[in-house]
């Protein structure tokens, strides 16, 4: 079983069932889907984020996040007919954006709060950096006045490259 959340035409949301993505799409060209609030039958994908539990040792992996004094890195994504052309267009130039600034900027791992500390109260040379902590631990960051933000998509530790 899949689920997709899916949008009407007049703009409810709601979320479908579906044996496979073949059978969504069999279902949606030969109308029998319908929106469960007003039964409108031009049902199309929403744009969702994918629900996949993490493996049991994943669960407490800490949140990829960077110093934001410079620009940011990763792989764009693949194109999806279910998006606006200009939204794909967009999230690819973020991915772009991403990975040059991750170029720039070094690895500290798990060492990141305490790394992001020490440059930003001059006790270490001033660099980029992206690493790893928790979101309570980048809370009490931006709290301090460290700069620091969010990765907007995910970044493979250099350790975990093949």
Request: hydrophobic residues 40%; glycine residues 6%; charged residues 20%.
């Amino acid at each position: 079983m899949i689920a997709f959340d899916l949008n009407c035409s007049n703009g409810h949301r709601f979320e479908g069932w579906f044996a496979s993505s073949e059978d969504y799409s069999k279902q949606q060209s030969s109308g029998l889907l319908a929106c469960p609030v007003c039964d409108d039958i031009t049902v199309q994908k929403a744009l969702s984020v994918p629900h996949v539990p993490k493996k049991g040792n994943q669960r407490s992996v800490p949140v990829p996040i960077a110093d934001v004094a410079a620009p940011t890195a990763a792989a764009a994504p693949a194109k999806t007919d279910a998006l606006p052309p200009a939204v794909v267009e967009f999230v690819q130039k973020l991915a772009v954006a991403q990975t040059e600034m991750l170029k720039q900027s070094q690895w500290v791992g798990g060492q990141f709060a305490e790394t992001a500390r020490a440059i930003h109260y001059g006790e270490e040379a001033d660099r980029i950096i992206h690493g790893e902590t928790s979101a309570d631990e980048a809370k009490a960051l931006m709290e301090e006045g460290v700069q620091v933000a969010p990765l907007l998509f995910p970044v493979v530790p250099p350790s975990a490259k093949n």
